[in-house]
T-cell receptor, first 115, second 114 residues
Framework: DAGITQSPRHKVTETGTPVTLRCHQTENHRYMYWYRQDPGHGLRLIHYSYGVKDTDKGEVSDGYSVSRSKTEDFLLTLESATSSQTSVYFC??????????????FGPGTRLTVL | KQEVTQIPAALSVPEGENLVLNCSFTDSAIYNLQWFRQDPGKGLTSLLL?????REQTSGRLNASLDKSSGRSTLYIAASQPGDSATYLC?????????????FGKGTHLIIQP
């Protein structure tokens, strides 16, 4: 299994509070991604990173920000959590970007509940 | 905008049967297509990756095919076992510009009856 950890694994928070989720990899892969998974929607891309300090938006980026100050860490921040952000969040990594030939490897997920 | 559809949404079959899961996508401008497996409460495990120039990939009892021009892929599982019970996800990596990342279908929930 690819060396990807996510923390926390479970979190319950209240509406309006800030939340930061962490993804840590030991593979030294350049590309990192945040997805959310919701019943009836499948997995959707939130943000991604193509290098240290290089990030871009995905399909559902509103209400989220990201940062990547080191190759191994990719942080997802909900500035002011809302109930619609209750979801399971997955981090993924890959060695190459869109034109590459390799797979994306996924972390174990973080279950976030916003009350 | 790319859309990925998986049919059926759920499938229950007796152990030992061969089965086919279907995936279709609306935009044929893709780099590759991947099949994943997801167990309840767990992350995704990559099963097979097919490059856009390839027609099929095989791994053990699994065979995935790709017809890019018609926007279709199938995952064939031979001699199914109860341990194959999981949700199977299809995802494409677009080459038409825009955000990097995968576009996923909603999955097929598979139950293999002992």
């Amino acid at each position: 299994d690819a060396g990807i950890t996510q923390s926390p694994r479970h979190k319950v928070t209240e509406t309006g509070t800030p939340v930061t989720l962490r993804c840590h990899q030991t593979e030294n892969h350049r590309y990192m991604y945040w997805y959310r998974q919701d019943p009836g929607h499948g997995l959707r891309l939130i943000h991604y990173s193509y290098g240290v300090k290089d990030t871009d938006k995905g399909e559902v980026s509103d209400g989220y920000s990201v940062s990547r100050s080191k190759t191994e860490d990719f942080l997802l921040t909900l500035e002011s959590a809302t109930s619609s952000q209750t979801s399971v969040y997955f981090c993924a990594i890959s060695e190459s970007g869109a034109a590459g030939t390799d797979t994306q490897y996924f972390g174990p997920g973080t279950r976030l509940t916003v009350l | 905008k790319q859309e990925v559809t998986q049919i059926p949404a759920a499938l229950s079959v007796p152990e030992g049967e061969n089965l086919v899961l279907n995936c279709s996508f609306t935009d044929s401008a893709i780099y590759n297509l991947q099949w994943f497996r997801q167990d309840p409460g767990k992350g995704l495990t990559s099963l097979l990756l097919i490059q856009s120039s390839q027609r099929e990939q095989t791994s053990g009892r699994l065979n995935a095919s790709l017809d890019k021009s018609s926007g279709r892929s199938t995952l064939y599982i031979a001699a199914s076992q109860p341990g194959d019970s999981a949700t199977y996800l299809c995802a494409v990596r677009d080459s038409g510009g825009g955000a990097d990342g995968l576009t996923f279908g909603k999955g097929t929930h598979l139950i293999i009856q002992p």
